[in-house]
């Protein structure tokens, strides 16, 4: 998976979503939404647009270039790996 696959997966099973139900509501295939989580495309931009404000989380965040909120894990985008946040 992808940083960004894994943090829209964490983000729609904390918010107790189905995968059609992400698709019906930003207008894509639930196949199309699934290939997002896995890894294996990556959507347009008016779709991320549409993910950040379902799940209240900025673009930044959704990438995996800054933690997201109520996460103690910083993912490390070039590594595509988590890291423990420094404080």
Not at 58 to 83: H, V, Y
């Amino acid at each position: 998976m992808s940083v960004f696959g894994d943090n829209l997966t964490m983000l729609r099973k904390n918010r107790e979503y189905t995968r059609p139900q992400i698709s019906d509501i930003i207008g894509v295939p639930w196949t199309t939404y699934r290939s997002w989580e896995r890894g294996i495309y990556e959507p347009r931009i008016e779709h991320i647009i549409k993910l950040c404000k379902l799940f209240n989380v900025s673009s930044d965040e959704l990438l995996g270039l800054k933690k997201l909120k109520g996460s103690n894990l910083l993912i490390k985008p070039d590594a595509n790996e988590e890291i423990e946040d420094e404080k």
